[in-house]
């Protein structure tokens, strides 16, 4: 199993940026579809972003629509999330995801995940 590996995380205070990075383990590794997920303490996983290998073509959460930008490097095969100004209500596990069958907002349509890392924004 190729396996995610998600970084950038941290404690920040509201309104600095942080941009989330996520690998996977193997270079030949080809998902249809990647993105970004998260959850608070008590609150179910969200999706956050996603976006289409071949053509682009993102979607995000109503959430952050407008405020996040999710992009991937395929010669890196690496996919991004950047997240300026931040939210104490972005607080939260974030979790690269790859490989789609489904509803990109149902947290069962995705196969593979990473371990997640934590995003902290104080006010």
């Known amino acids: 199993q190729v396996q995610l590996v998600e970084s950038g995380g941290g404690s920040v205070t509201s309104g600095v940026s942080l941009t989330l990075s996520c690998v996977a383990s193997?270079?030949?590794?080809?998902?249809?579809?990647w993105g970004w997920y998260r959850q608070a303490p008590g609150k179910q996983r969200e999706g956050v972003a996603a976006?289409?290998?071949?053509?682009?073509?993102?979607v995000y959460a109503e959430s952050v629509k407008g405020r996040f930008t999710i992009s991937r490097d395929s010669a890196k095969n690496t996919v991004y999330l950047q997240m300026p100004n931040l939210k104490v209500d972005d607080s939260a596990m974030y979790y690269c995801v790859a490989d789609l069958k489904g509803d990109w907002s149902r947290p069962g349509a995705w196969s593979n995940w990473g371990q997640g890392t934590q995003v902290t924004v104080s006010s």
């Open positions: 193997s270079s030949d590794y080809s998902a249809n579809w």
């Open positions: 976006i289409f290998s071949r053509r682009g073509n993102p």
